[in-house]
């Protein structure tokens, strides 16, 4: 499952992922990549613990997702 990236200043943002590649990050834009990307990778932790980015696995929108389908009647009710 990607992960997404957010500049969250009015300034240019440089990520270095794992891999070498560098990323131009625009001022409020997003970019999604591969979590082995910025797995472990000091600098991106720094850069979200001083919320210059922020980073969004996507894991919350699937716990709402599962949830909704549970509240939608996707499971049978009553007896059988």
Do not use: W
Request: net charge negative; glycine share 10%.
């Amino acid at each position: 499952m990607p992960l997404t990236i957010t500049n969250q200043t009015d300034e240019l943002v440089l990520l270095r992922y794992n891999s070498g590649v560098t990323h131009h990050l625009a001022p409020r834009t997003a970019v999604e990549v591969e979590p082995v990307e910025v797995k472990g990778n000091e600098r991106i932790q720094s850069l979200a613990a001083r919320r210059i980015i922020a980073l969004d696995t996507g894991e919350a929108e699937a716990k709402d997702d599962k949830a909704a389908a549970g509240e939608d009647g996707g499971g049978r009710k009553g007896k059988r």
